[in-house]
């Protein structure tokens, strides 16, 4: 046969020789060409091509001998067989001599050009079906690092080309209809940057688990990638917001994951590499700076940006010189296939119970069958279909079994690892870094696996109830009133960017404080008063903090900031924390700054604390996150509630406290609207809209105080009525008054989603916006829109402004 090349330096490659080297090869040159002048750095190397590899096939009828093998596969024959039988025949075969000295001459004018003998390369397998937009072979074949000399290059040249049949790829082509042998492998021998002395990770465009397009999220592990690849460890997680990624001025890093990192994967001085136990002090530590974050993830947009397409890439620090480079690049093929008209979710429709283990969540549906628990793979036929996979760590060869499970739960790795990455080709749920789930679950006993509830997988006992359900976001019909979400938890905001969505109604601060923070604001400012249990703990969660109040500065800031990312640049209302004392007592380190009240309900709560001598630290915290989030981070979006505001003094006490910690009402947009739940922000409408922007209807609160009615009493709960005559006029008042002096006015709450009726009257009633759980958005909806072509409804109009309708 006639070879054109059988070697080409990645210089002269680009994406159009995907037939000639594959894509993993082709875009690393494409990168090299086209991408360095946006300041994207790849190491230097070369491929050979796929006619090389047709070479040696035809060289010893390989061609005939592997088809043969083909046909009893697909007669019956074991892929385990099939595939140790054409890896074999490969290995016998010596490499053609032409390609031997080819390999060789490019790999000594690597060596000239770095003026170095013999110098580490990395060894990658490349397939010309490989790293499509339709189709990713990614991780199925052989990847050697650290290989020095020209022998030990050869040896892995060759591994590499029997790696084209290990039996996953063998499975993968047989699902997606690929030709075995229509499909070539090129080989990428690339410069090893030196990430066992410093790290690597992963870099995808979007987040890989809801699709959303508005974050990068890059991981990080210490060590060589092949770790994080893997799934052995479980990385750091940086989330970053591309909107502030433009300006240089802001941080864009608006949520931040120190993962456990215990091994790390270096330099073997044999030769290739080996695994190792990571220090105590990198485990703790951040393995990117915020300056390494910042680079990474502008190289991915500009990389996406010049492919047109999502983009999954590898990324590796030099621990000698300190330098970043991509040493991979791929377009992403899960997330950005999925259709973005249609939302479905899974939800439990059940009390679960406690978790028996937890870790991430991959895949947002739930699975639920016996537990099988593996050390390693086994016969496909002793592995029941409808079971839950629990393992260590998996690899390639688990993946006709995985293909089996209707779940799969891990001991070990990230959102990048091996298990995560197959999980979501299938769409199967999985958990991983779950940490003892094969010691904790029991091989046969009926779990359920739900990873429908954020950004935390959790198994719980037992086959539970479930629902699943699909919402055709294309036929939901536009509202001149606005229909909002009510989002409380940070880790499934991402979910739900899908709805479009008017912005964020109500999105609660006390949950971010009792779910990711944990600790009490004043225990954190004044650790003597704490017993020395709770001190302990709270050392414990904060070791990694010299200034411990910066703690929960952090914690709340990434969990707003989330909220408020997933909806840009629509409004976002995040209401300052509304714990009563009771509650915030059960925070850690929480009893020795609340006391004990008779009625928590109606005593020392909301804007009453901002500025009392017991909170007063407290709210300036809070003031401190939500001023980061907006001035530091760029999410200028967020407007701030004050709850259970009593008096219009109490108002102007809780706003000068704010202007203390820089949050002052009008500068750099800021708004700041009251929460109307108490019968005096109805009655003095007209003075408490002269200090805020606008109000947000509580309906239970002002159902509660306006009837007199206990909403928690089970004896009363008859009498608990948001439609009862003397709250609806309360209603329609504030929206006629503060309209008058052009406020807009929203309700938050239960009603709207249970009862078509009271969100017929709210629209009738001229309310602005309508905020509901995102499970209840798509019926509240088309429900408002029934509304409207009812009542004729009013013109929608911007926050602050008096909608046109209104007399």
Excluded at 100 to 125: M, T
Excluded at 187 to 214: C, K, N, W
Excluded at 227 to 242: L, Q
Excluded at 478 to 489: E, G, I, P, Q, S
Aim: charged share 25%; aromatic share 6%; hydrophobic share 40%.
């Amino acid at each position: 046969m006639h070879i054109t090349r059988r070697v080409v330096p990645f210089a002269e490659l680009g994406r159009e020789d995907i037939p000639v080297v594959g894509g993993k090869n082709a875009s690393l040159g494409e990168m090299i060409t086209h991408l360095a002048s946006a300041g994207v750095r790849v190491p230097h190397g070369f491929a050979t091509t796929a006619d090389a590899y047709r070479e040696l096939l035809a060289a010893h009828d390989l061609h005939g001998r592997i088809e043969q093998q083909i046909v009893r596969l697909r007669d019956g024959a074991a892929l385990g067989d099939v595939g140790a039988a054409i890896r074999s025949m490969i290995m016998a075969e010596p490499l053609p001599a032409e390609l031997r000295a080819e390999v060789v001459d490019a790999y000594e004018r690597l060596a000239n050009e770095q003026d170095r003998k013999n110098p580490d390369v990395a060894v990658r397998s490349s397939a010309t079906a490989e790293d499509l937009p339709e189709a990713s072979f990614a991780g199925q074949q052989e990847t050697f690092l650290n290989v020095c000399g020209a022998a030990r290059l050869l040896e892995c040249c060759h591994r590499c080309y029997a790696s084209l049949f290990t039996d996953r790829a063998i499975d993968y082509r047989e699902r997606m209809g690929f030709d075995h042998l229509t499909v070539a492998l090129s080989i990428g021998v690339q410069t090893m940057v030196r990430s066992d002395l410093a790290g690597a990770g992963v870099i995808f465009t979007l987040d890989p688990e809801s699709g959303f397009a508005g974050v990068v999220v890059v991981s990080a592990a210490w060590g060589l990638g092949e770790t994080v690849v893997s799934g052995r460890v479980d990385p750091d997680e940086y989330t970053v917001f591309r909107p502030s990624l433009r300006n240089p001025a802001l941080d864009p890093v608006i949520d931040m994951r120190i993962g456990a990192k215990r091994q790390k994967a270096v330099y073997d001085e044999s030769g290739l590499t080996r695994i190792v136990d990571s220090t105590v002090a990198e485990r703790a530590s951040r393995v990117l700076s915020p300056a390494d974050v910042r680079r990474l993830a502008t190289w991915a947009v500009a990389v996406e940006e010049h492919y047109g397409c999502p983009m999954d890439l590898e990324w590796a620090k030099d621990g000698v010189t300190g330098e970043l480079a991509l040493v991979q690049a791929r377009p992403e093929t899960v997330q950005s296939r999925r259709r973005v008209t249609t939302l479905r979710r899974c939800r439990l429709t059940g009390a679960p119970g406690r978790s028996l283990v937890e870790g991430i969540a991959v895949g947002e549906a739930i699975g639920a069958g016996p537990a099988v628990v593996l050390d390693s793979p086994v016969q496909l036929d002793r592995f029941p279909v409808g079971g839950v996979l629990v393992t260590g760590i998996t690899d390639p060869d688990w993946e006709p079994l995985m293909k089996r499970a209707a779940a799969i739960v891990t001991d070990h790795g990230g959102r990048t690892s091996h298990a995560a990455i197959v999980s979501r080709e299938l769409g199967v749920p999985a958990v991983v870094g779950a940490g003892r789930a094969t010691e904790v679950l029991h091989d046969g006993a009926h779990v359920t696996v739900s990873c429908a509830e954020g950004a935390r997988g959790h198994v719980y006992d037992g086959l539970l109830s479930y629902e699943e359900r699909e919402t055709d976001l294309a036929g939901l019909p536009a509202t001149r009133t606005r229909v909002m979400l009510n989002l409380a938890d940070p880790s499934a905001a991402f979910r739900w960017w899908r709805l479009p969505a008017d912005g964020v109604g109500l999105a609660r601060l006390e949950f971010i404080v009792a779910h990711q923070v944990k600790i009490h604001p004043m225990a954190l400012l004044h650790p003597d008063r704490l017993d020395r249990h709770d001190r302990h703990l709270v050392e414990r969660l904060t070791e990694e903090y010299l200034d411990r109040s910066q703690y929960f500065v952090d914690g709340l800031a990434f969990g707003v900031a989330r909220i408020a990312a997933s909806r840009w640049p629509d409004p976002v209302v995040v209401r300052t924390s509304d714990f009563k004392t009771n509650e915030y007592a059960r925070l850690l380190g929480g009893q020795p700054f609340e006391p004990t009240e008779a009625n928590p309900m109606i005593g020392w709560r909301g804007a009453s604390r901002y500025y009392g001598r017991g909170y007063r630290e407290g709210f300036a915290l809070e003031c401190r996150a939500l001023r980061r989030v907006r001035e530091e981070m760029g999410l200028t979006n967020v407007i701030v509630m004050i709850p259970f505001c009593r008096t219009v003094e109490e108002a102007d006490r809780v706003l000068d406290c704010m202007a203390e910690q820089g949050l002052r009402r009008g500068e750099h947009g800021l708004k700041v609207y009251v929460m109307a739940e108490i019968p005096s922000n109805i009655i003095l409408a007209e003075e408490f809209a002269e200090r805020f922007d606008g109000f947000s209807i509580g309906s239970n609160d002002l159902t509660q105080l306006t009837l007199g009615v206990d909403r928690d009493s089970e004896l009363l709960a008859p009498v608990f009525d948001e439609t009862n005559p003397a709250v609806t006029r309360s209603v329609r008042s504030l929206v006629a008054r503060a309209h008058a002096v052009d406020r807009p006015v929203g309700l938050c709450g239960q009603r709207p989603s249970d009862d078509p009726s009271f969100t017929e009257f709210l629209v009738e009633a001229g309310i602005d916006s309508i905020s509901v759980a995102p499970d209840s958005f798509a019926g509240v909806k088309q429900h408002v829109a029934t509304a409207e072509s009812r009542t004729g409804g009013t013109e929608l109009a911007e926050p602050g402004q008096r909608p046109r309708g209104h007399r």
